[in-house]
Antibody
Framework: QVQLVESGGGVVQPGRSLRLSCAAS????????MHWVRQAPGKGLEWVAV????????YYGDSVKGRFTISRDNSNNTLYLQMNSLGPEDTAVYYC???????????????WGQGTMVTVSS | DIQMTQSPSSLSASVGDRVTFTCRTS??????LNWYQQKPGKAPKLLIY???SLQSGVPSRFSGSGSGTDFTLTISSLQPEDFATYYC?????????FGQGTKLEIK
């Protein structure tokens, strides 16, 4: 079945870096745009970034622009989120989510992973 | 950025009730509005896309309507498994934005 499994979360000190991964299975990963969405404890959903099916197009939310980088390895069916200069405001559950098509920002997120928790604290 | 406003923030209802949630956007988004359900400790689940299309596998008691700036999600007859938080999301433009959520609680 279609599945997304995030990993790489944990506790990190302010100012440090962390890389999240999202392993995809059950669909042709190289055909779909992918997103990262986060949710701070007890709060709502915040879109983080999107990457097109081939990695040629990337967009970011204002709160992470210049600090986070989204990338993908289609040969290994894996999505990444490199997070630099982390601050307490980045503490959240991070979800990867799949778009039904290769590149259309107008698509919904039809499949979500279970999330990985990132805690930024000294 | 397009601002999303959901109302109410919370709602108490009973099994069998008909409930309606509202989502308003700060500018017209045609029908690029999606609805998600999230249960505690779980990932969001897509219910409705492009305002009124039912995602595969979602029960037909869920329905959506609207266009432009005003949208609604209706559950025709609440079931015990429907008590959750519901989020609307616009996919009209980047950055994608979500509403703050409506928490549906058991009365």
């Amino acid at each position: 079945q279609v599945q997304l499994v995030e990993s790489g979360g944990g506790v990190v000190q302010p100012g440090r870096s962390l890389r999240l991964s999202c392993a995809a299975s059950g669909f042709t990963f190289s055909s779909n745009a992918m997103h990262w969405v986060r949710q701070a404890p007890g709060k709502g959903l915040e879109w983080v970034a999107v990457i097109s099916y081939d990695g040629s197009n990337k967009y970011y939310g204002d709160s992470v622009k210049g600090r986070f980088t989204i990338s993908r390895d289609n040969s290994n069916n894996t999505l990444y989120l490199q997070m630099n200069s982390l601050g307490p405001e980045d503490t959240a559950v991070y979800y990867c989510a799949k778009s039904p098509r290769g590149w259309s920002i107008k698509d919904p997120f039809d499949i979500w992973g279970q999330g990985t928790m990132v805690t930024v604290s000294s | 950025d397009i601002q999303m406003t959901q109302s109410p923030s919370s709602l108490s209802a009973s099994v069998g009730d008909r409930v309606t949630f509202t989502c308003r956007t700060s500018q017209s988004i045609s029908t690029y509005l999606n609805w998600y359900q999230q249960k505690p400790g779980k990932a969001p689940k897509l219910l409705i896309y492009t305002a009124s299309s039912l995602q595969s596998g979602v029960p037909s008691r869920f329905s959506g309507s609207g266009s432009g700036t005003d949208f609604t999600l209706t559950i025709s007859s609440l079931q015990p498994e429907d008590f959750a938080t519901y989020y609307c999301q616009q996919s009209y433009s980047i950055p994608v934005t979500f509403g703050q959520g409506t928490k549906l609680e058991i009365k």
